[in-house]
């Protein structure tokens, strides 16, 4: 049995705005990632195009839209590629200021990086749980201060695929793909090297 109707609860408990994009190419997400829809992952990959939760500002990769990449297509193992894959680490979510979430698989643990700091971080949560933390968890305590005044309307004018450019002019806004190529892919690579040497 499919996942998703525990996730699509949860979306309907939400006190947060979401939005599910439609599916596009869910099936084939599926069979590149080799999961199936029992799992949460599964379950958002095959029944959602990606889920934007509180106005857009956490992007959750699903099987693609024409909105969002696919959680296949960001790992490289689509035809389309949208960033330089990095081995063993899947991206499940990105921001609205350049922080992307990336289940590990050494760990089976959603790993956090933040642009303030420029460093990964364990959230100590797997994929089911940091799903329903983005629905029902301290996502403003999170955020503390990157959340600035006005935060809503600036995320009102992005793209699902673009974020605010927190290190660059205020209102700067880049492509996703673009902000995971200056710093967290290759972060991600000096994590996974240490985490290989323990």
């Known amino acids: 049995?499919?996942?998703?109707?525990q996730v699509d609860t949860w979306i309907a408990e939400s006190s947060r705005r979401v939005e599910v994009l439609p599916a596009e190419r869910g099936a084939e997400t599926l069979r590149l990632l080799g999961?199936?829809?029992?799992?949460?992952?599964?379950?958002?990959?095959?029944?959602?195009?990606?889920?934007?939760?509180?106005?857009?500002?956490?992007?959750?990769?699903?099987?693609?839209?024409d909105r969002l990449p696919s959680l296949a297509e960001w790992a490289g193992l689509a035809a389309q590629v949208?960033?330089?894959?990095?081995?063993?680490?899947?991206?499940?979510?990105?921001?609205?200021?350049?922080?992307?979430?990336?289940?590990?698989?050494q760990t089976?643990?959603?790993?956090?990086?933040?642009?303030?700091?420029?460093?990964?971080?364990?959230?100590?949560l797997g994929y089911s749980q940091f799903l329903h933390?983005?629905?029902?968890?301290?996502?403003?305590?999170?955020?503390?201060?990157l959340r600035r005044p006005g935060w809503q309307e600036a995320v009102a004018t992005l793209a699902p695929d673009e974020a605010l450019?927190?290190?660059?002019?205020h209102g700067t806004t880049r492509p996703i793909a673009e902000l995971w190529a200056l710093y967290p892919g290759g972060k991600l690579r000096e994590l996974l090297a240490a985490?290989?040497?323990d």
């Open 108 to 124: 089976e643990r959603v790993h956090a990086f933040l642009p303030d700091t420029l460093e990964w971080q364990d959230t100590g």
């Open 133 to 145: 933390w983005t629905l029902h968890g301290e996502v403003e305590r999170y955020y503390d201060d």
């Open 195 to 197: 985490r290989g040497a």
């Open 1 to 5: 049995m499919s996942a998703w109707s």
């Open 165 to 169: 450019s927190i290190h660059e002019a």
């Open 82 to 105: 949208v960033v330089e894959p990095v081995d063993r680490g899947l991206c499940v979510a990105f921001d609205a200021v350049g922080g992307f979430f990336v289940l590990l698989a």
């Open 35 to 65: 999961i199936s829809d029992r799992s949460t992952l599964g379950a958002v990959a095959a029944k959602s195009g990606g889920i934007l939760v509180d106005r857009g500002w956490l992007r959750l990769l699903g099987g693609g839209s």
